[in-house]
């Protein structure tokens, strides 16, 4: 969604216009859902990370301008409740950490055969696995850029640390993941 078209979004929900919302939700929802699940290294607490997330962002319309992308928006939104979620639970278990980025995927062009179905599944599996095993920081950083879409600028403001942190971050999640799958990764 251009970024034109969240603030014409957000001026028409500012206004009262639900549509307008259920446009943004739906648009978004699917990337937020993934990130959270990915953050959390659980999927079964991302719809209540973003629900609340939501509920937040309608809370805080009156007083609420968007500088940037809405989505770079509620994607730093979902990283900050996620670690909030982390926080609150570190002393409970949690569900499988390789089952973290279940709708995780790379996109890919028409309807796969079923051998390439099998690889996509396996090569899925293997990206979920090695993500889980990223500590907290890295795994934040490169979903938050390659997922969340967000720029390194973007992802240090919100954090509150040095751009050249975040960029070391990613850099060496990356080189881990690389490690890990066998140099398959592309930064």
Known sequence: MAVFEDRYLVWRLKRGNAHALCRIYNQYESDLLTLAGGLLGRTGDAPDVLQDVFVKF???????????????????????????????DRGRKTEDRGRCLENFHPAYGLA?????????????????????????????????????????????????????????????GIEKLRSMLNDQVES
């Open 112 to 172: 796969p055969s079923p051998v390439e179905a099998a690889i996509v599944a396996e090569q899925r599996q293997q990206l979920r696995a090695a993500l889980a095993e990223l500590p907290y920081e890295q795994r934040e950083v490169v979903l938050l850029h390659l997922q969340g879409g967000l720029k390194f600028r973007e992802i240090a403001n919100a954090q509150g640390i040095a751009a050249k942190t975040v960029e070391s971050r990613y850099r060496y």
């Open 58 to 88: 309608l809370e805080s319309l009156d007083t609420f301008e968007l500088t940037g992308s809405l989505k770079g928006y509620l994607a730093t939104c979902v990283a900050n409740r996620a670690r909030d979620y982390l926080r609150k």
